[in-house]
Structures are given as structure tokens and as C-alpha cells.
């Protein structure tokens, strides 16, 4: 965002982004919901649906911080966990509740996601056009994602022992060789990650108010 205040405290609405995330999942009656945040975060404190979390430290990847809020829950090695990301307000219930149903119960679990409607270029050094994929066969992976608590742990211990990057849980889980299916989500769950995100946001808000 460019800005001092981190983006999951920045104010949508009159309100911070996390506390209207963390209030539209517990519309959702989970049995645990775990908020991970850094350790020098205390502006958690402030938020009225936080307390109703349990509450984790974070590390310095996403792979440390998803860890450390599985560690926090203890999870039975097949149980169902969701991760989400704390900058998507937006998230459709039903949808959540099909992916839980589809993917729920599967080993390799699944994850929420829109195909990609736009053509796709590839490059290489300096911007070049070399090919153009079959978008067809491309999505764009959102939040929530869906795993048994014990593989997604070893999946994650998996891409630290080996050095992986990986930017969402589904991408630790096919390290294992693992095939998580998708759910179609919707093109309104949008990550807030830049200032033209949360200008349309806003309008998201004012839209549905």
C-alpha cells in the first residue's frame, strides 16, 4: 500500500478491513477461528471480533504464519482447516459453504478460485512475447483454501525443509504431488493489496449498501 498503517487496519467502510473479515466468518459459526498476527502488532486489541479468536504469532512468511496458527488450534491430523486471507472482506458465504462441501472431506482438499477470462501472455527478460497459453486452462486461486490440518502441516514443513516458495497453501499441498480441486468463487472476493484495490472496495461497499 505504500502507507504506515498495514492494510488489514486500513479503514473500509469505518471500519478496519480485518474486523469486517473476521465478522463475516464467524457469521459463518466455526468451531475455532484463529487470527495470526506479527508480534509487534497490538492494534488486534482494538478490534471487537478479535476477541473472539484465538489468538497466534506469525513469522516472517506466510508458510511460518499458517504454521504457527495450526500449531495454536492442535487439529486432529484429518480435520478440516480453512485459511484465508485477512484482506478478503468480500468472500461469499454460499461460496465457502460449497467449497467446505466439495473439498471438505477430500484428502487432497481444494481451494476457492475464478477461471481467467482475460488472454494470457508469457514473456522472458525485457517484457517479450513468447507465447500466449490457453487461458482455459488457468484460474485465479483465491481464499478460502481447504486442507486436513495434518497434510497441510507436512506440506508446509515439506516447502520449508526444501526451500520452496510458495505463495498459498494449495501451492505447498501440489509440492506433495497432491491435486486440490477448485470451486468456483466469485470476482467480488478480491484481495486488498494496493490503493487501487481499495478504491474498488469502497465501491464494493457502497454498491451492496
Known amino acids: 500500500m505504500g502507507g504506515e498503517t498495514p492494510k488489514q487496519y486500513l479503514s473500509l467502510g469505518n471500519e478496519p478491513i480485518l474486523e469486517r473479515t473476521l465478522r463475516r466468518l464467524l457469521l459463518l459459526e466455526p468451531k475455532n477461528l484463529c487470527l495470526v498476527v506479527s508480534e509487534d502488532d497490538d492494534q488486534w486489541r482494538a478490534l471487537p471480533s478479535a476477541h473472539r479468536c484465538v489468538i497466534a504469532t506469525g513469522g516472517a512468511t506466510r508458510v511460518d504464519s499458517v504454521l504457527a496458527g495450526l500449531q ?27 467449497l467446505i462441501a466439495q473439498a471438505g472431506a477430500r484428502e487432497d482438499g481444494g481451494l476457492l478460485a475464478t477461471p481467467v477470462i482475460d488472454t494470457l501472455k508469457q514473456t522472458k527478460t525485457g517484457r517479450t512475447v513468447i507465447n500466449t497459453p490457453d487461458r482455459s486452462h488457468y484460474w485465479h486461486a ?6 486436513q490440518a495434518g497434510l497441510l502441516k507436512d506440506a508446509l514443513l515439506n516447502a520449508i525443509d526444501k526451500g520452496f516458495i510458495v505463495t498459498d497453501e494449495a501451492a505447498a499441498i501440489e509440492a506433495l504431488g497432491r491435486h486440490p480441486l477448485i470451486v468456483p468463487g466469485s470476482r467480488r472476493n478480491i484481495k486488498i493489496t494496493t490503493p487501487e484495490d481499495l478504491a474498488f472496495a469502497k465501491y464494493l461497499l457502497e454498491a451492496s449498501s
Open 72 to 98: 495454536a488450534l492442535s487439529l486432529p491430523f484429518d480435520s478440516p482447516v480453512l485459511v484465508h486471507d485477512a484482506v478478503r472482506p468480500f468472500f461469499v458465504s454460499s461460496d465457502v459453504l460449497a
Open 142 to 147: 483465491q481464499t478460502p483454501q481447504i486442507f
